[in-house]
């Protein structure tokens, strides 16, 4: 909840900057395209590490491919922003 409310904070531009900074960039901002993409990277190891902590105290199955899980997370977090820039509300997100 509290990352979608950061994705429609009033006064601010809607959305997360790491994803929609590079959406439009072109050829000429590949280095700054590259560093988001190493940011938004960093996040989703963020993601499976704590699955990782999950499955050492128990939370979850030590079957579970927390890879897909990570992948699944990060998408949602970027179909959020998309959403949020397209003007959806904290109850839409």
């Known amino acids: 909840y509290d990352n979608v409310q950061r994705l429609v904070q009033p006064n601010k531009p809607t959305g997360c900057m790491l994803i ?3 959406m439009n960039c ?4 590949q280095t700054v395209q590259h560093t988001i993409l190493e940011k938004r990277l960093k ?3 963020k993601m499976l ?3 990782k902590q999950g499955v050492e105290n128990g939370d979850i199955a030590h079957s579970t491919s927390l ?3 990570a992948d699944f997370y990060a998408t949602v ?5 998309v959403q949020a820039r397209d003007g959806a509300t ?4």
């Open 20 to 22: 929609v900074a590079t």
């Open 26 to 29: 072109s050829d000429h901002a």
């Open 43 to 45: 996040t989703k190891q």
């Open 49 to 51: 590490e704590r699955l």
């Open 67 to 69: 890879q897909e899980i």
């Open 77 to 81: 977090l970027q179909g959020l922003t």
């Open 90 to 93: 904290v109850q839409q997100l």
